[in-house]
C-alpha cells in the first residue's frame, strides 16, 4: 500500500466541513418543528405568550419530494457503437431490474428530502456479493451526507473533480463482525469513545439524535476511501481477425493466458486467434494429433480430415498435409500478431479501513466516483444551502405572527378580576379562578378604582402578512396552494385546472435537471458495473407499469451442433457498449384525466390502439380485459366473415336467377327464330318448287313448241 495517511486526509476534510455539518443539523432540526430558541421560548412563557409552530416547510418539501418522484424513472440505453445498437436496450432493462431489487424509488425519495432539507443527497451504487445466490447483484442506495466527506477544494456540482470521497459510520463490534467475518480484530484497532465524531469537534448526536442505544458497547469506525487514479486499459488489435478489443489490466493478462493455434501447410502458415475456431482447432489436434492431411470419401466425394500426414497410397489430397502447432496469446504478442497499446484511463480505488487498520485496498473498474450527489444550491463548493435554510426567515415571521394572535385572543376571551389589595388572599383567588382562565389583578382602592382597558383589535394587515410569508414560502420551493389540492386556489374550468398545474410544475424544473443529472451519472456508474458483475447466466423479469410482465435472458451458452461445445452467447452483454440515461421528465407527475383525453383522442384517429389507451388507466385485470376483447375481436371477425359469405352466395344467387332468366329469353327466342325459320324453310321450298314447276311448265311448253315448230317445218317442206 502506498504511502497514504488516512487518517489525516479525513480530519482535514472533516474540519473543512464542520460547520457545513452543524448547519445540517440546524436545518434538520427546524424542519422537524424544532423552530424557536430556548431563549425565544422562555421569553414568550414569560410574556404569557406561546412557542406556537405553523410549520409551513414541512409540507412544502413534502410535496416538492412526492411531485420530483410521483413515478418510476425510465431509463434508456445508447449505444457507444453501431453494432451495439440491437442490444443496447439490454442494459436499460437491466437498470430497471437493478431499481426494483434496490427499492430504488424509497432510496431516491430519501436523497430527494436531503436535497431540500440538507441542500445535498447522495446516491449510491455498490456491488453486493451475497446477493443473487452467491452470484452478486447491483444494488443501489441512500447515504445519510453526515456520513460523507468531500475534498473541501471540489468545485464542480458532481464533486467528479474531488481526489478522495470519504463514507464514514461507526457500528458496534458484534455489527462488524456479522458484515466482515473476515476481519480480526486486534489491539491496533482503534475503538470508538464517546459521541461519534466528539473528538474531532462536532457532536453527531446532535446531528442524527442517535444515543446509542447499546450504552457500554464496542464501537469502530469504518472509513471508506474512493479516490480517483490514473490507470491504463490495454488495447488489442488482432491483427488476424481485423477487429479491436480493450482490456483492464487484469483482464489482459488473463487474454494473454489464452491459447492459439498455427496451422501450417507447404506454403502458408495461418494463425486461429476466433476463440470459437480455437475451441474446433482443439478438439482436432485432442483426436489427431500434430498432423492430419486431407482424403476424398470414395461415397460422398468429399474431401475427409484423417490423422497424420498425407500418403499417396490411400488417396491422400496432395499437399494437404496441416500441422497443428499449439501457442499461446502471449507469443502472438511477442510475434507482432496481435498489437497491444496502452490506453490512459481514471479508475476509483476503495480502501476501507475498520478502527483505522487496514482491511482490503481494491480498484474499482469505473470512470466515475460510485457516489453522486443531488446538490441543490451550489457555490462552487461542496457545502450548499439549503432551500430549507432560505426559508428560516419566513417561518420564523410566520410563528412570530400566530404566536400573537393567539396571545391577543387570549388576553380579549380570558376575564379579568380586579380585587382591592388586602381585600382577600390573592393566591387562593387564583387557584380558584384560574380553571377558567381568570386573570386577577389587584389595585389600590385609596387610590381609586382602576378604569378597564379594552384591547384593540387587531389589524387586517397582520393577518394579510402571514397570508404573504405562507405564500412566499411555497414560491420559493415552487409548491403552490393549489398543488396541494387548496381548491380555492384553482380557476373555474377543468382545462384552466390543468394547465395552471402544468405550468406550476415548470418551476421545479431546476430541481429536475438536479435530479436527472445524478440519475446519468449513476447510470454511467451501473452500465460499467453491469460488464463486471452479470457474466453469468441470467433471467431478468420487470414487471411494466400496466403488469405485463417482461422477461430478457443475458449471457446464455450458445453451442455447436453437438451440442457438446459453447460456441458462443446469445445477449452478451460483456460486448456491449452503451451509456444508460435517464429519460427526462419520466419521474414527474402528469394528470392522467388528461393524458387519458389525449390517448383516448389519438385512439379515435387509429394512430394509437387499445393496449396503449388501457396502460393510462387503473383497470386492474388489464390482461382480462385484453383477452376478452381479443375474443370478441375473433367472433365479430367470425360474424363478419360469415355476412360476407352470405352476402356473396346471395349475390351468386342473384346472378344465377339473372341468368335463368337470360337463358329462358333466349331459349324462347331461339324457338322464334326457329319457328320462323322452319316457316321460311317452308316457303322457300315452295318458291324453289313453284319456281321448278314453273320451270318445268316453260320447258314442257318450250319442247311443245319445238314440237309444233318443226312438225310446222316438216309439213312446208312436204308442201313445196
Known amino acids: 500500500m502506498e504511502d497514504f495517511n488516512a487518517k489525516q486526509v479525513f480530519e482535514s476534510y472533516h474540519s ?9 443539523a ?3 432540526d427546524f424542519y422537524n418543528g424544532n423552530q424557536w430558541s430556548p431563549g425565544e421560548v422562555r421569553s414568550l412563557k414569560a410574556a404569557r405568550q406561546f412557542p406556537v409552530v405553523v410549520n409551513v416547510i414541512a409540507p412544502a418539501v413534502e410535496q416538492g419530494v412526492a411531485l420530483l418522484t410521483d413515478r418510476k424513472p425510465r431509463f434508456s440505453a445508447t449505444a457507444k457503437e453501431t453494432s451495439d445498437i440491437k442490444l443496447a436496450q439490454i442494459y436499460a432493462d437491466l437498470m430497471s431490474y437493478i431499481w426494483n431489487i434496490s427499492n430504488g424509488n424509497q432510496e431516491l425519495k430519501t436523497a430527494v428530502k436531503d436535497y431540500y432539507i440538507k441542500g445535498l443527497g447522495y446516491l449510491l451504487a455498490y456491488i453486493d456479493p451475497l446477493e443473487g445466490r452467491g452470484q452478486g447483484e447491483i444494488k443501489i442506495k441512500s447515504i445519510d451526507p453526515t456520513e460523507v466527506l468531500v475534498d473541501p477544494h471540489s468545485k464542480r456540482k458532481d464533486f467528479s473533480d474531488s481526489r478522495h470521497i470519504i463514507i464514514t459510520q461507526v457500528f458496534t463490534k458484534e455489527e462488524i463482525e456479522f458484515m466482515y467475518p473476515q476481519f480480526k480484530f486486534s489491539t491496533d484497532v ?3 469513545m464517546g459521541s461519534e465524531l466528539s473528538e474531532y469537534g462536532i457532536n453527531y448526536d446532535s446531528i442524527k439524535k442517535n444515543n446509542y442505544s447499546l450504552d457500554g458497547a464496542e464501537r469502530y469506525r469504518i472509513v471508506e476511501f474512493y479516490s480517483k487514479i490514473r490507470s491504463a486499459n490495454y488495447q488489442v488489435r488482432d491483427t ?4 479491436n478489443y480493450e482490456y483492464t489490466e487484469r483482464d489482459l493478462m488473463e487474454f494473454l493466458s489464452k491459447p492459439a493455434f498455427l496451422l501450417a501447410t507447404h506454403d502458408s502458415n495461418n494463425y486461429v486467434t476466433d476463440f470459437q475456431k480455437i475451441e474446433e482447432v482443439g478438439a482436432l489436434y485432442s483426436q489427431v494429433g500434430e498432423y492430419y492431411h486431407y482424403i476424398i470419401n470414395q461415397e460422398t466425394g468429399e474431401p475427409t480430415i484423417a490423422a497424420g500426414e498425407e500418403n499417396v497410397e490411400d488417396g491422400s489430397m496432395p499437399g494437404s498435409t496441416t500441422k497443428i502447432i499449439p501457442t499461446t496469446m502471449e507469443e502472438l504478442v511477442k510475434n507482432e500478431i496481435i498489437l497491444l497499446r496502452p490506453v490512459p484511463v481514471v479508475k476509483i480505488r476503495r480502501r476501507v479501513y475498520i478502527g483505522w487498520k487496514p482491511f482490503f485496498d481494491t480498484i474499482l473498474d469505473i470512470e466515475h466516483f460510485p457516489i453522486i450527489p443531488l446538490v441543490g444550491n451550489h457555490h462552487r463548493s461542496p457545502y450548499p444551502t439549503s432551500d430549507v435554510r432560505k426559508a428560516k426567515d419566513l417561518q420564523r415571521m410566520i410563528n412570530k405572527i400566530r404566536s400573537l394572535i393567539i396571545a391577543h385572543a387570549s388576553s380579549t376571551t380570558n376575564v379579568k378580576l380586579l380585587l382591592p389589595k388586602g381585600a382577600v ?8 379562578w384560574a380553571k377558567a382562565g381568570t386573570g386577577v389583578i389587584t389595585y389600590d382602592a385609596t387610590i381609586g378604582v382602576p378604569s378597564p382597558v379594552l384591547l384593540n383589535s387587531l389589524p387586517n394587515e397582520l393577518y394579510k402578512n402571514e397570508a404573504d410569508a405562507k405564500r412566499d414560502i411555497e414560491f420559493l420551493f415552487g409548491i403552490f396552494a393549489m398543488m ?5 386556489q384553482a380557476p373555474p374550468t377543468y382545462k384552466g385546472t390543468i394547465a395552471l398545474e402544468e405550468m406550476g410544475v415548470r418551476r421545479l424544473k431546476t430541481k429536475k435537471d438536479d435530479i436527472e ?3 446519468n451519472v449513476l447510470g454511467k456508474v451501473v452500465s460499467q458495473f453491469i460488464q463486471q458483475v452479470y457474466t453469468y447466466e441470467k433471467i431478468i423479469r420487470i414487471t411494466n407499469p400496466n403488469n405485463v410482465s417482461q422477461e430478457t435472458i443475458v449471457n446464455s451458452p ?5 451440442k457438446r461445445y459453447i460456441i458462443g452467447k446469445n445477449n452478451d452483454i460483456s460486448t456491449i457498449h452503451a451509456d444508460i440515461t435517464v429519460v427526462s421528465g419520466s419521474t414527474l407527475p402528469s394528470d392522467r384525466w388528461a393524458r387519458l383525453d389525449a390517448y383516448l383522442a389519438l385512439y379515435s384517429n387509429g394512430i394509437i390502439d387499445q393496449i396503449e389507451v388501457l396502460k393510462q388507466t387503473e383497470v386492474a385485470d388489464m390482461d382480462g380485459v385484453l383477452e376478452r376483447s381479443s375474443y370478441i375481436r375473433q367472433l365479430e371477425s367470425q360474424i363478419q366473415q360469415m355476412n360476407e359469405a352470405n352476402g356473396a352466395l346471395q349475390g351468386q344467387i342473384q346472378t344465377m336467377q339473372r341468368e335463368n332468366i337470360h337463358l329462358n329469353k333466349r331459349v324462347e327466342v331461339a324457338k322464334f327464330a326457329a319457328d320462323l325459320k322452319s316457316q321460311s324453310n317452308a316457303a322457300e321450298h315452295a318458291s324453289i318448287l313453284f319456281r321448278e314447276r314453273q320451270q318445268d311448265e316453260a320447258g314442257m311448253q318450250k319442247r311443245q313448241m319445238d314440237q309444233l315448230n318443226q312438225l310446222r317445218g316438216n309439213d312446208g317442206s312436204r308442201d313445196q
Open 425 to 432: 388572599d390573592k393566591k387562593e383567588v387564583e387557584k380558584e
Open 190 to 192: 482503534e475503538r470508538e
Open 517 to 519: 443529472d445524478a440519475l
Open 16 to 24: 473543512a466541513a464542520s460547520n457545513f455539518f452543524y448547519q445540517m
Open 26 to 28: 440546524e436545518d434538520t
Open 240 to 243: 488476424v481477425l481485423d477487429v
Open 558 to 562: 450458445l453451442y455447436d451442433e453437438t
Open 484 to 488: 396541494h389540492g387548496d381548491a380555492a
